[in-house]
């Protein structure tokens, strides 16, 4: 199975151009899985549906979440469908195996005034606050996530004509910048990006104080550490800030289709989870003005 697992993790990342992240936990998963089947003296072309139900038992056995479990049937679907494809084996055991019911959880998401006083709490008096200022609210006004963010290189940003383009695998989509995330940007660029960056070669937009390209933890910490600071009690992390952004669009009059466009969604669908936080005003003009909204007494 080694050399099939191989050639398949091969294939999905020439041939499908997964992200990084996504390439990981494909490999996790298999790597997990094949480990159960040699543990317990199966062969992977063997494997029939019962097996499977056997692993999914495992892994709630292990106190895996339903989430967890749900994309390690996946990734293994993938495999025995490219094993498939190419003839190694037979019949595809998932087959029949329905992953477990995962419940749609509300997002988290700040208030308009929570943003305004975590964006308010990086101060332009040295080379991290301009860096850190700009980063929020280019999170904040762009809804990217994180890996797109510290995936960004300089030339992916145009704040002549104020807008960044986002490459993810083999797509792209263009987002516009605000006057206010444009004006960050634009300082950080000019007065503390070069200063930090010690090597020419660095392409990266957002960099480290040691001027290598950001991580996502320290993605993470930054974040933590102006949530302390604005004395915050929610849980922030940059998904979060992804949610108010895409909430806040909403709420102000931006239609669903132009919000899934910015945030990369392939299906509206991902996008529909906002709408339950659409204004509570809106509800109660839309009882008021439509003639079918209240029930009539006859």
């Not at 904040?140 to 383009?165: C, F, H, P, Q």
Request: charged fraction near 30%.
């Amino acid at each position: 199975m080694e050399e099939q697992l191989k050639q398949f993790l091969e294939f999905i990342e020439k041939d499908k151009k997964l992200s990084n992240n996504t390439l990981q936990s494909y490999r996790r998963d298999l790597y997990q899985y094949q480990s159960y089947i040699n543990s317990n003296n199966k062969k992977y072309n063997k494997i029939k549906e019962e097996d499977i139900k056997e692993y999914i038992q495992y892994l709630e056995n292990l106190g895996k979440k339903s989430t967890t479990i749900s994309r390690c049937i996946a990734s293994i679907r993938s495999f025995y469908q490219y094993e498939v494809k190419n003839q190694q084996v037979k019949q595809d055991p998932t087959d029949g195996i329905k992953s477990p019911k995962i419940e749609k959880r509300v997002p988290s998401i700040l208030t308009e005034q929570e943003v305004e006083l975590l964006l308010e709490q990086p101060k332009n008096v040295d080379l991290k606050g301009i860096r850190d200022k700009a980063m929020l609210e280019f999170a904040y006004a762009t809804g990217m996530r994180v890996t797109e963010i510290i995936s960004l290189n300089i030339e992916d940003v145009n704040v002549k004509e104020g807008y960044v383009v986002c490459k993810s695998a083999s797509k792209q989509r263009t987002i516009p910048l605000g006057s206010m995330s444009l004006e960050a940007l634009k300082e950080y660029i000019q007065s503390a990006r070069d200063i930090l960056i010690r090597d020419d070669s660095v392409n990266a937009l957002f960099v480290n104080i040691n001027g290598k390209r950001l991580t996502r933890q320290g993605f993470w910490k930054i974040i933590k550490y102006y949530k302390e600071q604005a004395h915050i009690t929610k849980d922030i992390t940059p998904h979060v800030l992804r949610h108010s952004f895409a909430t806040h669009l909403l709420r102000n009059g931006a239609d669903l289709k132009s919000i899934q466009t910015m945030l990369g969604h392939s299906d509206v669908s991902s996008t529909q989870i906002y709408m339950q936080f659409q204004d509570d005003g809106l509800k109660d003009i839309y009882n008021k003005a439509h003639p079918r909204a209240q029930k009539q007494n006859l």
